[in-house]
Each structure stands twice: as C-alpha cells, then as structure tokens.
C-alpha cells in the first residue's frame, strides 16, 4: 500500500532521518507542492519526499544541489526491499504522469527495479569521503604544505552570508553556471538562516579573502555536501584550494560530521582534483519515467525490429 501522510507522520515513521526542511525550501522557490508518501506492507518499507505539480513527480529548481530524500528500512532483506521497489514503483506510476527522481549514491548500487519500470536513467558521479580519513596524494600535501608555509592561510567560519553569497554567484556568473540568482539566493539564504548552509572563507597573511565555500550540513544525518568553492587566480591558486577542502575537512569532523560528499565528478579537471583528495568515486542517478516517453520507445524499438526481419 502506498499513501501519502503529513510531513510530521513521516518524520515519526523514519525516526526524522530526511531533512525535510530543505525539502520545503526547495518547494517554495520551485511553486511546487512537497508530497510525504509511504509504502507499507505491515510495517514501512519505502519513503519518498517528492515534488508535484500538475500530476507529475518533478525535480525541483536547482536540483543539482540536492539528491531526492528516499528512506529504506534497512532491516529487511534485500529480496523484500526489491519486491518492494517494484511494487512502490508500479503504484506510483498509476498515479503520476511521470515521475524524475535523484537517486543518492547510498541507493545507486542496483537500479535494475527501476529500469523495468520504465524509467530512463542518466549515470553521474560524485566523490565521497569520510571526515576522519585525512590521507590524500602526493601533490595536495604539497599544496597544503604551501599554504601553511609560504602563504600562512588561515581557514574561517563566516556568518555574513551575503559576503560569501556574492562572491561565489561572481563566480558561477562568470563560469556561466547559474540562470536564475534571485531565487537562487533565497534558496541559499533560508538554508544559510536555517543553519543548513555553511559558509567558509580563507584569508592570507593580510586578511585577504583569497578564497569560499558553501556546504549543505546535514546534522542528523552527519553528512555533509559540498555545493559551491571558488579561489582567486594566482599564485596561491593551487595552495588555496588543497588548504580548502582539507581545513574544511577537519572543521566538519570536529563538528561530529562523518562523511563529506563533494557533489560532482563529472567534469574532467574537477574530477582530477577531487580524486587526490583521496575520495571514493560514487555513482548516482537521474531517473525519469513518462509514459509518452515509454510508448514512443516501444514503438521505436517495433519498428527497428521490423526493419531488421525484412532485411534478412
């Protein structure tokens, strides 16, 4: 059975693992309505905070930023969790006329329930690290060790978002990143007011901020995601960014956060540098389901078929 409850009930039923205000935030800056659905079989299997507009299950704006909030009871065998899927998919493709989802990385290891429901997958990477593994290559500890020696860079918190917010959207404009920044940043801001968002800044020996980074803190979950970091061109560039995510590392782990997840691996030069950083590369999901899409794939695949018996 599969029923959509209050957010409250939800949280209850997986004892408050979602970060549902997210959820909210991202709703309200999409004009999407957040839905809280549950599916049971004597107990709860599978939980799903989505999005809807129009009888569709939608990715919210800025979805890059997040993974969509999927809870599996993990007690049941994996059999059961299977069955499970196939069946919470098939009701909910009753229901909806298509459906997109994030799939996180916990989730991405077997997705073969949701490509025979339909669904059309596009593969992504991310790396992920655990706080308390502070081995990385060769060439970051150099960096690092630059930073300390011959740059005296010191890592801040800072509370002054709009600081922080317009020096990364400088940043993202200039790379051709974002398209929508005033929603953008009120998205930011009520995470950053919420004690979601965190906001890091680097200085030198003269008090110049060479350097920014904005992280989704997840405190219930212990995790932590990496959203945006920008360091100035020059010298210290390569300094800069090791002392980064290196100092930043150690923060999060003093704040009791076990794992850090970089958000992104799919771009050539980003990918090099996260993989000495010594992360696990992972893989995620974007899953989309549509029913037109479906039947026009099948009519395809018909006449593809057909086309090869007459030529034999």
Known sequence: MLKSVEKEAFLELISGDADLHVVDIFSKVSNVNPLYLVYFKDKPIIALAVYVKNNRIVLPKF????YSEIWVNKTLSERRIKDSFL???YLLKKRYKSIELVLPPSLSSDIRFFLWNGFFAKIRYTYIKD?????????IEKHYKRALSVFNLKLERFFEFDLICNRQ???????GLIKDKKRLYKCLKEMFDLGKLWCFGIKDNEENLIGTGMLLVNINDRKAYFLFCDTEDGNSKSAANAFLYIEIQKYLLSMGIDVLDYMGGNIKSISAFKQGLNAKLSVYYILRYDIFEVVMHRIFLFILRTKRFFYL
């Open 63 to 66: 979805s890059q930023l997040v």
């Open 87 to 89: 069946d919470c998919l």
């Open 131 to 139: 706080s308390n593994d502070m081995v990385y290559s060769y060439s």
């Open 169 to 175: 959207f400088t940043f993202l404009l200039k790379k």
